[in-house]
Every structure is written in structure tokens, then in C-alpha cells.
């Protein structure tokens, strides 16, 4: 069954039906800070495991206030939030491993750390997780001109 092709009016006054893209900003920013805030909790419950247990958390860089907001709600210091959106914005699904990329990959002395990240946003969808990563092997961001032109990744340039 599909949906209707009805329209309605989204909470920015546009009419739209459901086939049309509509980011509701407001409740994205409450189910971050509120929902995630708790899959977070519940993740450390179940693992049995507390903010002190991990070197650093890495989540998603949707925006600044978002994360200060995870940051105060979790207790979390801020030397352990690794934070990159100051310089490279939302990089969508890209945030977290960037992040990484950023704050240790021109270390190399870090050894291994042990990560909490948690990812959402788009559809209100999330994800919690928890790994070590062996900071003397993450490459740093290599910021470039370099451009695809018509969305063709020439191979021989790489």
C-alpha cells in the first residue's frame, strides 16, 4: 500500500503530501538531545560501562548546541568530546569517522582508545556503539581543492 497523495500542511505553513522531503527542525533537535541522550543511557546500562570507561565519544556533528546539550546531559567532560563541526560542518554520515580522523589523525602517539559514538538525524534514526581504535593507525584529514567535476572521480588522479 502506498501512501496518500494527499497534502497537509507541515509546521513551516507549506502544504506537502508525503512523497515531498520535509525536515521537521524542531522536533529533530528534541528527539536529539531528549531521545539519543537516552539510547545513550541505555547503551552504558546495558554494557555496563560509564562515560569515565571510554577515552573519548564521538557523535555525529550535527550542530554545536546539540552537542554541548548530549555533553551536560551525559556528564560528559569536555576534553572527552571530540568535536569537529567548528571547521568541517555536518557531514552527515561522515561525522563521526572525520571527527576520528581529526582528532587523531595527526597524533600518532595516542595508542589505542577506547570510543563511545553515537549516530543520528535523518528519520529520527539512531545508533549507539563502543570500540577501540588504535590511534597510531587513523590517516589525518587531508583538506583539498580537488573537486570531481560532473561527479566523475577520475581514479588515475588518487
Same mark, same amino acid.
Given at each position: 500500500?502506498?501512501?496518500?497523495?494527499?497534502?497537509?500542511?507541515?509546521?513551516?505553513?507549506?502544504?506537502?503530501?508525503?512523497?515531498?522531503?520535509?525536515?521537521?527542525?524542531?522536533?529533530?533537535?528534541?528527539?536529539?538531545?531528549?531521545?539519543?541522550?537516552?539510547?545513550?543511557?541505555?547503551?552504558?546500562?546495558?554494557?555496563?560501562?560509564?562515560?569515565?570507561?571510554?577515552?573519548?565519544?564521538?557523535?555525529?556533528?550535527?550542530?554545536?548546541?546539540?552537542?554541548?546539550? *548530549?555533553?551536560?546531559? *551525559?556528564?560528559?567532560?569536555?576534553?572527552?568530546?571530540?568535536?569537529?563541526?567548528?571547521?568541517?560542518?555536518?557531514?552527515?554520515?561522515?561525522?563521526?569517522?572525520?571527527?576520528?580522523?581529526?582528532?587523531?589523525?595527526?597524533?600518532?602517539?595516542?595508542?589505542?582508545?577506547?570510543?563511545?559514538?553515537?549516530?543520528?538525524?535523518?528519520? *529520527?534514526?539512531?545508533?549507539?556503539?563502543?570500540?577501540?581504535?588504535?590511534?597510531?593507525?587513523?590517516?589525518?584529514?587531508?583538506?583539498? @581543492? @580537488?573537486?570531481?567535476?560532473?561527479?566523475?572521480?577520475?581514479?588515475?588522479?588518487?
Amino acid at each position: 500500500m502506498y501512501p496518500s497523495r494527499d497534502k497537509y500542511t507541515c509546521s513551516d505553513g507549506v502544504a506537502r503530501s508525503k512523497y515531498e522531503l520535509y525536515m521537521n527542525g524542531i522536533a529533530v533537535f528534541g528527539f536529539s538531545i531528549m531521545e539519543v541522550n537516552e539510547y545513550i543511557k541505555e547503551f552504558l546500562a546495558k554494557t555496563g560501562t560509564t562515560i569515565d570507561d571510554y577515552d573519548v565519544c564521538a557523535f555525529h556533528q550535527a550542530n554545536y548546541f546539540i552537542l554541548k546539550q *548530549l555533553a551536560k546531559r *551525559l556528564s560528559i567532560p569536555q576534553e572527552k568530546l571530540a568535536v569537529s563541526l567548528d571547521r568541517f560542518g555536518n557531514t552527515s554520515s561522515a561525522s563521526i569517522p572525520l571527527t576520528l580522523c581529526d582528532r587523531f589523525g595527526e597524533e600518532h602517539s595516542g595508542g589505542v582508545k577506547h570510543v563511545l559514538a553515537a549516530g543520528f538525524g535523518v528519520g *529520527l534514526a539512531w545508533g549507539v556503539t563502543a570500540f577501540d581504535v588504535d590511534t597510531d593507525k587513523i590517516f589525518p584529514v587531508i583538506e583539498t @581543492d @580537488d573537486y570531481f567535476a560532473d561527479g566523475i572521480i577520475d581514479m588515475t588522479r588518487l
